[in-house]
T-cell receptor, first 116, second 115 residues
Framework: DGGITQSPKYLFRKEGQNVTLSCEQNLNHDAMYWYRQDPGQGLRLIYYSQIVNDFQKGDIAEGYSVSREKKESFPLTVTSAQKNPTAFYLC???????????????FGPGTRLTVL | AQKVTQAQTEISVVEKEDVTLDCVYETRDTTYYLFWYKQPPSGELVFLIRRNSFDEQNEISGRYSWNFQKSTSSFNFTITASQVVDSAVYFCALSGLYNFNKFYFGSGTKLNVKP
């Protein structure tokens, strides 16, 4: 089945530790995204990547880092510099937009990160 | 600036009632796209519809319909004869002309459909 997988579903970490969230897609999409969702709020963009080995900061990139070494993978590292990392993290992917058409993003099941 | 406002934080209805979820957007772009997503309790966002700014025709898909009005910068979503399975958080999103990969999401509307 084609889709986006995120692991783990739940993640606990101690303050001061870095943690990496996995995101894999087999949809052959060029673009991938990371969002953060806090209770009762919409999604805020952390990072996005339109092509392998290239990525751009979103609105709330501070305290996060990403890599895009393979088309199908876009891991997110939450560093100890992120002041309030407890949140629900969603990964998404889409076809690259071309010809003026903006393609919809498809989302993974999310990872709920709790900092103890 | 791009912005999406979903003023209804939470709506509760009884099964079989019709319900409309409001979405108002702001953009200076002449070309843009609007989207609706459903987020059930499991957490994964499910894509519902995409509409570009040049297409103001209303769309109907089963019990779902969308009303796009550029004059009022609104893209409202109506569920007819609601069902318990429609209970979810619904998000409206906007992508602009120059950075089409960047989606601006509203804060979402939580819909509770009671049996």
């Amino acid at each position: 089945d084609g889709g986006i997988t995120q692991s783990p579903k739940y993640l606990f970490r101690k303050e001061g530790q870095n943690v990496t969230l996995s995101c894999e897609q087999n949809l052959n999409h060029d673009a991938m995204y990371w969002y953060r969702q806090d209770p009762g709020q919409g999604l805020r963009l952390i990072y996005y990547s339109q092509i392998v080995n290239d990525f751009q900061k979103g609105d709330i990139a501070e305290g996060y880092s990403v890599s895009r070494e393979k088309k199908e993978s876009f891991p997110l590292t939450v560093t100890s510099a992120q002041k309030n990392p407890t949140a629900f993290y969603l990964c998404a992917s889409s076809l690259s937009s071309s010809g003026g058409v903006h393609n919809e993003q498809f989302f993974g099941p999310g990872t709920r990160l709790t900092v103890l | 600036a791009q912005k999406v406002t979903q003023a209804q934080t939470e709506i509760s209805v009884v099964e079989k009632e019709d319900v409309t979820l409001d979405c108002v957007y702001e953009t200076r772009d002449t070309t843009y796209y609007l989207f609706w997503y459903k987020q059930p309790p499991s957490g994964e966002l499910v894509f519902l519809i995409r509409r570009n700014s040049f297409d103001e025709q209303n769309e109907i898909s089963g019990r779902y319909s969308w009303n796009f009005q550029k004059s009022t910068s609104s893209f409202n979503f109506t569920i007819t004869a609601s069902q318990v399975v429609d209970s979810a958080v619904y998000f409206c999103a906007l992508s602009g002309l120059y950075n089409f990969n960047k989606f601006y999401f509203g804060s979402g509307t939580k819909l509770n459909v009671k049996p």
